[in-house]
């Protein structure tokens, strides 16, 4: 690495830092900062550039794959090079997945009728659990529309 290069990467993993956010749960650190299809973008792909800062260039040709399926995630312990091969098998594994779901988490059935496919990433939802969430929303509005009420009378 030559030096003008590590001196790009020293701001690079200052800005790759500050818009990180380290989920204590899953251990993610999801990139907060703008998204290309899910993937963290910050000239290149945010996990890359941790990757690289933090582990080091992967071997030739190799693609990182993320091992907690999380593309915002830049956590260099999540990554794991892997050929073009390996990588789309697994996403064909995972879209397989995905596809033959027939149920939703909560246990509804994943019919055409309620299956909604969000537009902007084909994602798969349960429409009942959709409706569940709106209601369970808007009931919030309400209550906490009530209690603002209560505060101004009192
Ligand atoms: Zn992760
Ligand atoms: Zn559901």
């Not at 693609?63 to 312990?77: G, W």
Request: aromatic letters at 6%.
């Amino acid at each position: 690495m030559t030096s003008s290069k590590l001196g790009k990467f020293g701001s690079l993993r200052k800005r790759l830092l500050a818009g990180i956010e380290k989920d204590p749960a899953t251990d993610c650190w999801n990139w907060q900062g703008t998204k290309v299809m899910g993937y963290g973008t910050l000239m290149v792909r945010t996990h890359r550039l941790a990757y690289e800062l933090f582990v080091g260039e992967p071997p030739d040709g190799r693609v990182l794959d993320h091992m907690c399926d999380n593309p915002s995630c830049c956590n260099p312990d999540h990554l794991r090079p892997a050929t073009v091969r390996e990588n789309s098998l697994r996403g064909d594994h995972l879209f397989a997945r995905r596809a033959r779901q027939t149920h939703c988490l909560h246990g509804h059935e994943m019919t055409a009728g309620n299956t909604y496919i969000t537009p902007s990433t084909g994602r798969r939802q349960c429409r009942m659990c959709r409706r569940l969430r709106n209601r369970i929303a808007s009931r919030e509005r309400t209550l906490r529309k009530q209690a603002a009420r209560k505060t101004l009378v009192n």
